[in-house]
C-alpha cells in the first residue's frame, strides 16, 4: 500500500536506528551509557510537585482546562520576561500555553503555512523546525550558518534564490544540536533585516536558562520593534527538568499568537489543570531551582570536556545548552556520524545522537547529551578511550555495522 503524502515527505527518523540497536545491546546485557537523547534525568523540584500534588485533590481541576492556558500560568510567563529579559507581555494577547515548544513550533507551522510557502531554516537543527513546515506544505530553504557576520548575506542569498519569497526565518540560539550562543546586536541586525523584508521571525529559546560563562543568553524580543514580526518558544523542560509535563509557550507578535491560540483551540484542551498551576509556580519561584538545575549541567560539561580529552578525543566547551557537539575524530569522520555512533555502541557501550539526524551538514558531528551523572560520564570516557586504542592498534578490526548486513 503506498504511503500518505505527508508520510512520504518525511525521511527515515534517523534515530531509531541508534534507539534499536541501544535496545538491542541492553537485551543482551550491556550497559549502555546513554548520552544520546536529550531527556534530563533530573528529578523535578520538590515544591513543583508538591504543588501539582495539593492541586490535584481539588476535583474541580480535572475537567476540561484552557487550551491556551489559563490566566495565573499566562501572567507567570509574562512576569518571568519581564524579569528576565525586561521585555514587557500581554498575558491576555502575546502569550500562549504549549505542550511544549515542539508542539507550539509545530502547531504554529500548521497556522501560518500556505503551500509552497519557503522557510529559512539553520542546518543543522532540531528537526521539528523544519519538518513541522514541511508536514504543512512548507519549502525548507536550508542556511549552513553561525550567529556572526556571515549570517545576514546567506539570508539575502537564501532570499534572492527563492519563488515565492520566504515567508520565516527561524532562529534557535542556544543552538541544539550546535550550542552556538547569539549576541542582542546579532538579534538587533537579523530584527532590522526581517522588518525592512517583510519576514517572520520564529525564535526557539528552549535553553535560555542553561548557560555557563555568566553570560545570559538574550531574547530576540529584547529588540525594539521585535514584536511586530517575532514569536519566541520557550520550554520548562529543562529550565525546570520538567520533560514530562509537556509545558511551553510561545509569546510575542499579537497577530502570530492569535493563529497559533485558533489552531490549538482545534487540537487541544491544553494540559492538565494541575500541571498548569504547579508550572505556575515554578515560574513564580526566586529562581534557585533554576541555579541548580545550572549548576549540574555546567559540572557535567566540564567533566565531558575534560574526560573526553583525556581519552583522546577532543570536545569544544559548549558555552550553553545541555549538549556538546562533537567533532568526529578524524579517524573516522570518512564513516559519517550514523555508523560512527553504531560503532560507539558496540565497541564502547555509549550512545549519542549522530549530527546527520539533524541535518546534512552535521554529519561530521555527534551530538553528546549531559543527561548521565558525572560518574557515568567518566565512566563513557574510559570506554571510549579503550576504543580509541584498540582501533589505533588494529584499525582492521573496527568495522562499521552497516558492513555486517
Known amino acids: 500500500m503506498e504511503e500518505f503524502h505527508k508520510v512520504r515527505r518525511l525521511p527515515p527518523y534517523v534515530f531509531e536506528q541508534v534507539n534499536r540497536l541501544k535496545a538491542s545491546a541492553r537485551s543482551q546485557g ?73 508542539e507550539g513550533f509545530a502547531n504554529m507551522a500548521q497556522a501560518i503555512t500556505a503551500p509552497g510557502d519557503v522557510i529559512l531554516c539553520p542546518n543543522p537543527t532540531y528537526p521539528i523546525h523544519a519538518f513541522g513546515f514541511i508536514m504543512s506544505g512548507g519549502v525548507i530553504r536550508s542556511l549552513q550558518v553561525e550567529p556572526d557576520d556571515g549570517f545576514i548575506p546567506a539570508v539575502e542569498r537564501g532570499i534572492r534564490h527563492s519563488i515565492p519569497k520566504p515567508l520565516a526565518l527561524i532562529l534557535n540560539y542556544p543552538s541544539n544540536p550546535t550550542a552556538l550562543v547569539a549576541s542582542l546586536d546579532f538579534y538587533k541586525d537579523v530584527v532590522a533585516f526581517a522588518k525592512k523584508n517583510d519576514i517572520i521571525i520564529l525564535s526557539d529559546l528552549a535553553y535560555s536558562e542553561i548557560y555557563f560563562d555568566g553570560n545570559p543568553p538574550p531574547s530576540v524580543l529584547q529588540v525594539p520593534g521585535a514584536m511586530d514580526v517575532c514569536v519566541e518558544f520557550t520550554s520548562m523542560s529543562k529550565t525546570f527538568s520538567m520533560p514530562g509535563w509537556r509545558m511551553g509557550f510561545a509569546v510575542g507578535n499579537e497577530r502570530l499568537i492569535s493563529a497559533l491560540t485558533r489552531v490549538k483551540s482545534y487540537l487541544d484542551y491544553g494540559a492538565f489543570t494541575p500541571i498548569q498551576v504547579a508550572a505556575a509556580h515554578a515560574l513564580n519561584g526566586d529562581g534557585a531551582d533554576i541555579e541548580e538545575v545550572r549548576e549540574v549541567y555546567h559540572k557535567r560539561r566540564d567533566v565531558v570536556v575534560d574526560s573526553f580529552s583525556r581519552a583522546g578525543w577532543t570536545i569544544p566547551a559548549p558555552a550553553a545548552s545541555m549538549f556538546a557537539w562533537a567533532p568526529i575524530p578524524e579517524q573516522f569522520r570518512h564513516l559519517g556520524s550514523l555508523e560512527f555512533s553504531k560503532l560507539l555502541i558496540e565497541h564502547a557501550d555509549v550512545a549519542v545522537a549522530p549530527g546527520i539526524g539533524f541535518g546534512e551538514h552535521g554529519d561530521d558531528y555527534v551530538r553528546v547529551a549531559l543527561v548521565e551523572n558525572e560518574h557515568r560520564i567518566r565512566q563513557a570516557a574510559r570506554n571510549i578511550k579503550k576504543f580509541l586504542a584498540t582501533t589505533a592498534k588494529q584499525p582492521n578490526n573496527v568495522v562499521p555495522l552497516a558492513a555486517h548486513r
Open 30 to 102: 550491556a550497559d549502555i551509557i546513554d548520552l544520546g537523547m536529550g531527556n534530563p534525568d533530573l528529578p523535578t523540584p520538590k515544591a513543583i510537585v508538591d504543588k501539582l500534588c495539593e492541586v490535584v485533590r481539588d476535583p474541580r481541576t480535572h475537567r476540561y482546562s484552557s487550551s491556551r492556558g489559563i490566566p495565573g500560568l499566562r501572567r507567570a510567563q509574562a512576569a518571568y520576561y519581564q524579569r528576565r529579559f525586561g521585555v514587557k507581555l500581554n498575558p491576555d494577547t502575546q502569550v500562549v500555553a504549549t505542550l511544549g515548544s515542539k
